[in-house]
């Protein structure tokens, strides 16, 4: 049991370039999302799915594409990086979007990206 | 949407106990209260989760008001290794579909000294 898997873990893009962090992970969790985390910020969420076939945004989803066509697997997307998306990008999963008893979130470890 | 308020930053001593409240004022009526740890260049790990009043395990203490539109963590006699950000979460209902966003708060940044 892996968890939730994040590649790659640094990156280094010029600006303009585009490039997609991978996500899996192996609970079969329906809820996954995407934060972003600038130095010394507290996490913000990108983009986030429900199941497979549904996404919908988060709080700073601009300049970004998430698609959902597995349960497993939720990809982001930088179209065309620029210096702002400079941050550490947090691919995380849970059994579902409510806070019950027993349900928590995972978080994979990290992928730090700079666009230069 | 109102999101999480809790303090920016607090400063403690090795030994002492230390208190983190959050402010929730919109929790949906199922949501649970849950406590997130994280250190530096580490994703965030769970640290406690509880619905009302009271609970405890082996790392922290949750007080829950009647209410529920706040939450206190409690970290006994906390050490070194607790310097951490601790974020209090809660799911905000969205008003269509009924899922959950699951938004963190800024997190509060915690400096446990000698």
């Known amino acids: 049991n892996a968890g939730v898997t994040q590649t790659p873990k640094f990156q280094v893009l010029k600006t303009g370039q585009s490039m997609t962090l991978q996500c899996a992970q192996d609970?079969?969790?329906?809820?996954m999302s995407w934060y972003r985390q600038d130095p010394g910020m507290g996490l913000r969420l990108i983009h986030y799915?429900?199941?497979?076939?549904?996404?919908d945004q988060g709080e700073v989803p601009n300049g970004y594409n998430v698609s959902r066509s597995t349960t497993e697997d939720f990809p982001l997307r930088l179209l065309s990086a620029a210096p702002s998306q400079t941050s550490v990008y947090f691919c995380?999963?849970?059994?579902?979007?409510?806070?019950?008893?027993?349900?928590?979130?995972?978080f994979g470890e990290g992928s730090w990206l700079t666009v230069v | 949407l109102a999101k999480t308020t809790q303090p920016i930053s607090m400063d403690s001593y090795e030994g002492q106990e230390v208190n983190i409240t959050c402010s929730h004022n919109n929790i949906a009526t199922n949501d649970y209260i849950t406590w997130y740890q994280q250190f530096p260049s580490q994703g965030p790990r769970f640290i406690i989760q509880g619905y009302k009043t009271k609970v405890t395990n082996e790392v922290a203490s949750l007080f829950i008001p009647a209410d529920r539109k706040s939450s206190t963590l409690s970290l006994p006699r906390v050490s070194l290794s607790d310097t951490a950000v601790y974020y209090c979460l809660v799911g905000l209902p969205l008003f269509s579909g009924g899922y959950n966003k699951l938004i963190f708060g800024a997190g509060t940044r915690l400096a446990v000294h000698p």
């Open positions: 799915s429900v199941g497979a076939g549904i996404t």
């Open positions: 609970m079969n969790h329906e809820y």
């Open positions: 995380a999963s849970s059994y579902s979007t409510t806070l019950s008893s027993g349900n928590t979130i995972y």
